[in-house]
């Protein structure tokens, strides 16, 4: 609730004090740590809760699941425009909705795949309206592809700019997604995207996946290290305003399985609890960003793409195929490795 009402006074503060060149929201400094939660109703939410370091989540959709976490709608591309215009009214004043999210991964073929002015476009008609009930709005994500940084300035152009009281599309915090291995790259990342667009960072999707080479991927414990460091920074850098792992899922869809948050059965994972600051992480006595088993790490950005899931319908179907899997074991053999 104290996050609520900082975030409203900072609202009014930059809409009514600043000028618009100077328009720099500050980011408040808790209840960063949130869920990327593509389960529905299902697998009790709550069970991350239990440290109170998990304040919010978002569903990739304008759907909230019942919790009394704070949701953050997300438009995620041109096919939930229906969805959203005929309920995100409704879901604004019963969630008590402070923030919402721009589309997925636009510049990617298989996630929302906008052109930027297709982006500017919708979110004039469907997301910056919300400005007017004091909704904080956050970025398109892309995903971290060269071409997402790209696609973001293409937007920003295609816009008329950032600042919606001049026809522009107003953006009050920059959200992204991350994967790769090296935990340094990703620090450099989030500071390059904070001195290019100058405002409070949002990373809603990271982990330790290395979409370049299949063959090197992270081990448990460096995700672990991966996790801590990269968790570590943003929780003490203030301009990181709140993140989002991926996942807390059964199946992470093509992402290295020692990310999840979610074992088989719906409970957490001792990656899980280390998330939540429920166990102190047991990392490396020397920990090495970008270190891999099995292979040298890559610097370069993931050429693909995330695996956000794409529909509830899909993720129904996801978690029916994982309730038949026993192990971990089971999962990397199957061939996410
Ligand atoms: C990272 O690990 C250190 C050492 O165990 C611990 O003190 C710190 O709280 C961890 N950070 C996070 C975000 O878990
Ligand atoms: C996990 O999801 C992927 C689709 O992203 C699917 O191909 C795979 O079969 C699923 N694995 C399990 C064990 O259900
Ligand atoms: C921590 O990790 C080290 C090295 O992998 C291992 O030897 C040790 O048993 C672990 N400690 C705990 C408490 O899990
Ligand atoms: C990790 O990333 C940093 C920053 O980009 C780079 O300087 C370093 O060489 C990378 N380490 C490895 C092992 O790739």
Not at 91 to 111: S, W
Not at 223 to 242: G, H, L, P
Request: glycine fraction near 8%; charged fraction near 15%; charge should be negative.
């Amino acid at each position: 609730m104290l996050a609520k009402l900082t975030s409203l006074l900072l609202l009014s503060t930059s809409v009514h004090a600043l000028p618009p060149s100077l328009d720099i929201r500050q980011a408040s400094s808790t209840a960063k740590a949130g869920l990327a939660w593509p389960n529905g109703p299902y697998n009790d939410i709550d069970q991350y809760r239990s440290t109170g370091k998990v304040q919010w989540y978002y569903t990739w959709s304008p759907s909230p699941v019942p919790t009394d976490l704070e949701f953050v709608p997300m438009l995620w591309g041109a096919r939930q425009v229906a969805e959203w215009s005929r309920t995100i009214s409704d879901t604004i004043r019963r969630n008590h909705v402070t923030h919402a999210l721009g589309f997925n991964e636009p510049q990617q073929a298989g996630q929302s795949d906008l052109s930027p002015e297709d982006g500017a476009s919708i979110w004039k008609a469907q997301i910056e309206p919300l400005k007017a009930q004091g909704i904080l709005l956050g970025s398109p994500a892309p995903s971290s592809a060269p071409s997402g940084k790209t696609w973001l300035l293409d937007w920003m152009k295609a816009c008329g700019g950032w600042d919606g009281s001049k026809g522009g599309c107003t953006v009050d915090f920059v959200a992204l997604h991350w994967y790769d291995v090296n935990s340094t790259a990703f620090i450099r990342y989030l500071e390059d995207f904070h001195d290019t667009f100058q405002k409070p960072i949002w990373v809603t999707e990271w982990a330790c996946q290395n979409f370049n080479h299949a063959d090197q991927q992270c081990s448990q414990q460096d995700i672990v290290d991966f996790m801590n460091t990269t968790q570590s920074f943003m929780d003490n850098t203030d301009w990181v305003e709140r993140y989002s792992w991926f996942g807390a899922m059964r199946n992470l869809s093509g992402v290295n399985q020692w990310n999840a948050l979610m074992t088989n059965d719906g409970h957490l994972t001792t990656l899980g609890k280390q998330y939540i600051g429920a166990v102190t992480p047991n990392i490396s006595s020397d920990p090495k960003p970008g270190v891999v088993h099995g292979g040298k790490g890559d610097t370069s950005g993931p050429i693909i793409e995330s695996a956000a899931l794409k529909s509830t319908a899909n993720t129904v179907a996801i978690i029916a195929a994982a309730s038949a899997i026993n192990t971990l074991n089971d999962l990397f053999t199957i061939g996410l490795m």
